[in-house]
């Protein structure tokens, strides 16, 4: 009845003292801060999906390893800031020139594709055709059935010797700088008459080019023979013609030229003369595709030709088919040509709020989801080494003598190791999972906890109301938990706080050494990226992390702070 | 009391071997830690580097150096024998044995640490007297919160920081080494010597080359200026808010309040009577942070390319020089436990109230 009766007053009197607890709390201003900043990482890392479209590596979602940008490409914002405040007018920024490259379509059926035809027997269609093989990388998000359809027919009994069809588009490129990378892709299927030896009866030959117009076209596909000696292929690295400055930097390791699933044997320097025999089997791997997926990247320690120029203006990206019809005049013949993800991504020199990472991966992305380790780890850690400090602590506290002696022998002795270069040992040999992180920093971390909640038992072991206690008969254990315990929480309490800082700084540092979980993005990571990458003039780069860590680390400290004035009367008073 | 001090230190030496021994264990367990076998472990860089004749003349020097194989009580006393008679093996990466590649990297350590940790003692005490001369104004609580602010930036960053500011956009310090490249090819010979022999008198000429000596030194402190920077940044607010907080104590007692009384100007009242008095700690834990040299640089070294201990720890994990870094992981650990047996026998030494226990 007694029991009933007292549980609700209890009960209300713990709340109360909460209330007043975290009054006080409240009412302090570092603490208020600290708070504030706590809260907003913890959004951060509880939802970052909110912030940022991208993954935690800063990829694209469905794109995974497909660059969003160039490498090491700087914010967005800059351009919009004058040179003299250290704004960089000569950015440009990603283009996407085909608005639906996933089915090319003529002007003149509400497209935005230009044609001229040069000779007779070529008709230009849309088609249906649907191509079911992976669409390449960067225009899964214009996947969509059709194509377009270039034929070339005639009676028997006449040569047209040679018709020669462009299908291209125009257009403007506004920047005052040039972009770092190029992306073209189109996707080719023949069909036609043949001869006896399997051949078609009218050839056809492709190339695909890129330039400005009035000026110089480049030729993108076919391939050279000898790709390093074909210095008429531009490899997406550009270089500025009117101030001859090289393009932004662009790392050597995007330099290999990619020609995908492009078949030579049949292919002698754009010609094609066989055909594929049904759409329905085609895929990348058939010969009877050609999938010139181009991804031009920089040879190093040669010229490049120059394809963009500093000055805004027009470029023309199109294809160029010319049909020869020279074999046979005596039979009916007909080539079809199908395109296919006929587009050009132009990655520009400026990305998102935060630029990229040299991987050409978004930072900022990085960055949000940066937070949610730095929480996670810093947290656990907190909770571990309070846990072992407190059970330590009390258990050498009160049970004295050589219990005492031997926990505080063994305390000094861990206080006394180097810390980081024996994490850096413990992680280098057992692997830097981010479960190893947590309870290696927490195993190296409760001894200072653990020395002061010993020093607070051993006062109150001592008080009479323990004496009491055991006077009643209260065992060991009940007198710990509920005499001692409740005696030491506000040192927990500023303790959980005051040991996140070290953690999070400390995993900051282990990442930055290049012990980080590959799997996961951390901000030490970031800093350890940015230090590979050697790009030192990046500060968009650096400064971010870093803050991150010092603010995240300031709060916590704040926070300790602010209990320890909240929870010690005798600081209150003096403030 | 002689006596008492005496025992004392015995005490603490005793206490010190102890210690020593442990951290042997630690290191023996380490070794024992690693997943399968650690000659497999430990060779595992070579695979496919250097021929497999050479990877088994690698482990039959591991097993002989180490003892692997023999019953464990024999590991261990070899074990034991080796790290006492500094014998860490041969660095897989250097092929020189270990000790002669520490010997060569420890100098610039010492005068990395040893730099910038007596800056931050001296900046750090002066700005805290200076602060306490001012408490209770805005220099007082900002002085606090910067040095709490600069103490939780991540070293490393700072570092970042600095070779983004001074080396990429302003081109004034260098970003890597410890003294410029270009001497690789000839140092500067500040101090030579030409010695003559004729058949009866031998003359040594020595020669002092002040504009050498100049680009001698001038050369290290232009590479040593940024990594000290940052360490000195980092590390001086710990002793601003030891010597606040000790002399807070100190100017509260009744004797700096008699010294006032006697009309002693303000400066001399501080310096003189209170900072003497608030010494105490500071000492000891100057004495601690010395002992901590050799292994607070680890990040710094490496951001700077600093070549000492530090930076040599972060090269061995590239290359998984395990030998490597178990060897100055030890060395770290004796160096701390000296220093605190120098900073128990000076506090034993100088404050005579201690009780010898």
């Not at chain 1, 989801?369 to 947290?379: A, D, E, F, H």
């Amino acid at each position: 009845m007694i029991g009933v009766a007292k549980r609700p007053s209890k009960l209300a009197f713990t709340l109360g003292r909460f209330a007043g607890f975290l009054k006080l709390l409240f009412r302090n201003g570092k603490s208020l801060a600290g708070l504030t900043i706590i809260a907003i990482f913890c959004v951060l890392a509880v939802v970052p999906q909110w912030f940022t479209p991208f993954n935690n590596l800063g990829q694209d979602i469905t794109e995974r390893g497909f660059p969003l940008a160039g490498g090491s490409t700087a914010p967005v914002w800059l351009r919009y800031i004058p040179a003299w405040l250290g704004g960089k007018p000569t950015l440009s920024e990603n283009m996407y020139v085909f608005q639906n490259p996933g089915y090319p379509k003529l002007r003149r059926d509400d497209g935005e594709l230009n044609f001229t035809i040069d000779g007779s027997g070529i008709v230009i269609n849309e088609s249906d055709a649907n191509y079911p093989y992976v669409q390449p990388r960067g225009f899964l998000k214009f996947a969509e059935p059709g194509s377009l359809n270039v034929t070339f027919s005639r009676e028997e009994g006449i040569l047209y010797n040679e018709s020669r069809v462009i299908i291209f588009k125009e257009f403007d490129f506004p920047y005052l700088g040039v972009p770092s990378r190029f992306y073209g892709n189109i996707e080719l299927l023949v069909k036609g008459t043949v001869d006896v030896k399997g051949e078609l009866d009218a050839p056809v030959k492709v190339t695909v080019f890129l330039g400005p117009v009035g000026g110089r076209m480049w030729r993108l596909w076919p391939p050279p023979n000898n790709p390093i000696e074909d210095s008429r292929v531009p490899r997406g690295f550009t270089r500025d013609l009117v101030t001859g400055q090289p393009g932004p930097i662009v790392k050597p390791e995007y330099g290999a030229l990619v020609w995908d699933n492009a078949s030579y044997t049949w292919v002698d320097r754009g010609w094609i003369t066989s055909v594929s025999t049904d759409i329905s089997v085609i895929d990348s791997e058939s010969n009877s595709v050609v999938n010139a997926k181009t991804d031009f990247g920089r040879p190093p320690n040669r010229p490049v030709p120059m394809v963009f120029t500093s000055v805004p203006g027009k470029y023309i990206y199109g294809v160029e088919m010319i049909f020869s019809d020279r074999k046979n005049s005596s039979k009916p013949v007909s080539t079809s040509v199908f395109i296919d993800d006929f587009g050009l991504i132009l990655f520009g020199t400026s990305f998102g709020f935060m630029g990229t990472d040299h991987h050409g991966q978004d930072l900022f992305a990085q960055l949000i989801y940066g937070t949610r380790i730095s929480i996670y780890l810093g947290v656990m850690v907190a909770v571990l080494s309070v846990t072992i400090g407190l059970a330590i602590g009390l258990t050498a506290g009160y049970m004295g003598r050589v219990v005492d002696e031997l926990l505080m022998r063994f305390t000094d002795i861990l206080l006394m190791l180097p810390g980081l270069p024996l994490l850096v040992v413990l992680v280098a040999v057992l692997g830097a999972t981010i479960d190893n992180l947590i309870i290696l920093l927490g195993l190296l971390g409760w001894m200072g906890f653990a020395r002061m909640v010993r020093s607070q038992v051993l006062s109150i072991k001592e008080r009479p109301f323990v004496e009491a206690a055991k006077a009643v008969g209260a065992g060991r254990f009940h007198i710990i938990v509920s005499h001692v315990v409740p005696s030491v929480m506000p040192l927990i309490y500023i303790s959980l706080a005051m040991a996140v800082p070290g953690a999070v700084t400390a995993e900051a540092a282990l990442s930055w050494l290049g012990f980080y979980d590959p799997f996961r993005m951390s901000w030490g990571r970031m800093l350890n990226a940015f230090f590979e990458a050697n790009a030192t003039t990046n500060w968009w780069w650096v400064v971010p992390p870093g803050a991150c860590i010092a603010a995240l680390a300031a709060a916590f400290v704040l926070l300790g702070y602010a209990l320890d004035e909240v929870l010690n009367p005798k600081l209150r008073q003096r403030r | 009391m002689h006596v008492g001090l005496r025992s004392y230190i015995l005490k603490r030496l005793v206490y010190s071997f102890v210690l020593v021994i442990l951290i042997i264990m630690l290191n023996f367990a380490i070794f024992k830690m690693m997943p399968g076998d650690p000659i497999q472990f430990l060779t595992r860089p070579f695979q496919g580097k250097i021929s497999p004749e050479e990877i088994q003349a690698q482990q039959d020097l591991l097993r002989q150096i180490w003892g692997f194989g023999d019953p464990f009580h024999i590991q261990l006393v070899k074990y034991l024998r080796n790290l006492l008679t500094w014998n860490f093996g041969i660095s897989i990466v250097g092929k020189t044995p270990i000790a002669e590649l520490m010997a060569r990297r420890i100098p610039y350590t010492l005068l990395l640490l040893g730099s910038a940790t007596a800056l931050s003692i001296v900046f750090g005490v002066l700005l805290g007297v200076a602060v306490i001369q001012r408490r209770g104004t805005i220099w007082d609580s900002g002085a606090v919160t910067s040095s709490l602010v600069l103490g939780s930036l991540p070293t490393f960053w700072l570092g970042l920081v600095f070779l983004v500011v001074f080396f990429g956009f302003l081109q004034w310090f260098p970003n890597a080494g410890a003294f410029p490249r270009i001497w690789a090819l000839g140092w500067p010979q500040a101090l030579s010597s030409t010695s003559k022999s004729s058949p009866n008198t031998l003359s040594i000429a020595f020669s002092f080359d002040i504009g050498q000596a100049w680009t001698l030194v001038g050369g290290y402190l232009h590479h040593l200026f940024l990594p000290l920077l940052t360490l000195t940044i980092f590390s001086f607010g710990s002793w601003l808010l030891l010597t606040r907080a000790t002399m807070l104590d100190t100017i509260a007692e009744d004797y700096i309040v008699t010294a006032r009384a006697k009309g002693l100007t303000e400066r001399s009242v501080l310096y003189r009577h209170a900072l003497k008095n608030a010494s105490l700690p500071l000492i000891t834990s100057a004495a601690l942070s010395f002992g901590f040299i050799l292994s607070g640089a680890i990040i710094t070294e490496t951001v700077f390319t600093y070549p000492g201990l530090g930076g040599w720890i972060w090269e061995s994990i590239q290359t998984l020089d395990y030998q490597v870094l178990m060897a100055v992981f030890y060395v770290i650990s004796i160096c701390v436990v000296v220093a605190n047996i120098v900073a128990d026998i000076l506090y034993g030494i100088i404050d005579p109230r201690i009780k010898y226990g």
